[in-house]
C-alpha cells in the first residue's frame, strides 16, 4: 500500500445514498458527514418519502433508521425487498433500536449499527458495503 490519501473520495463521487432519519439533526449529521466523504445524499424523514426516494433515484444504498413516523423501518424494508425496482438496493440500518433483533429481521439488511454510533463506524460500514456488492456484480 502506497498511503497515497491524495484520492480518498476517489468513486464516491458517482454513489448516490438515500438518508433515511426522522430526527433532524442527527439526518443533518449523517448527511454532512457522507458528503464531506463525497457522496451525493438525499435526505428524507419519513417512511413513505424513502420509499419514494428509492423507487425514483434507484440510490446506491440506503441507511434507514428504524423508528419512523408513517412507516417503520423494518416495513419499509420489508417493501423494498419485495419490489423487483429496489430489491438489490442495500439498506445499512443505524437505529438506536438494535439490541433486541431477532434473525430474521437481521437478514432482512445488509448491516446494522446501533446509535450512538462513531462518524467512522457509518463510513467504513458504507465503504464496505459498497465495496462488496460492487465485487459481487462482477
Avoid: C
Avoid at 433532524?24 to 458528503?35: A, R, T, W
Avoid at 434507514?64 to 419490489?83: F, H, M, S, T, V
Amino acid at each position: 500500500m502506497s498511503g497515497d490519501e491524495s484520492q480518498p473520495n476517489r468513486g464516491r463521487d458517482q454513489k448516490l445514498i438515500v438518508v433515511v432519519e426522522d430526527n433532524q439533526d442527527i439526518n443533518d449529521l449523517l448527511s454532512s458527514i457522507l458528503e464531506e466523504e463525497g457522496y451525493r445524499v438525499i435526505s428524507v424523514t419519513d417512511g413513505r418519502e424513502a420509499v419514494e426516494a428509492a423507487r425514483e433515484h434507484q440510490p446506491d444504498l440506503i441507511t434507514l433508521d428504524l423508528a419512523l413516523p408513517g412507516k417503520d423501518g423494518w416495513a419499509i424494508a420489508r417493501e423494498l425487498q419485495e419490489d423487483p425496482s429496489t430489491e438489490h438496493i442495500p439498506i445499512l440500518v443505524i437505529s438506536a433500536y438494535t439490541r433486541d433483533l431477532d434473525a430474521p429481521l437481521r437478514r432482512q439488511v445488509d448491516r446494522i449499527i446501533s446509535k450512538p454510533f462513531y462518524f467512522t463506524q457509518v463510513v467504513n460500514e458504507v465503504d464496505a458495503i459498497l465495496r462488496r456488492r460492487a465485487e459481487g456484480s462482477h
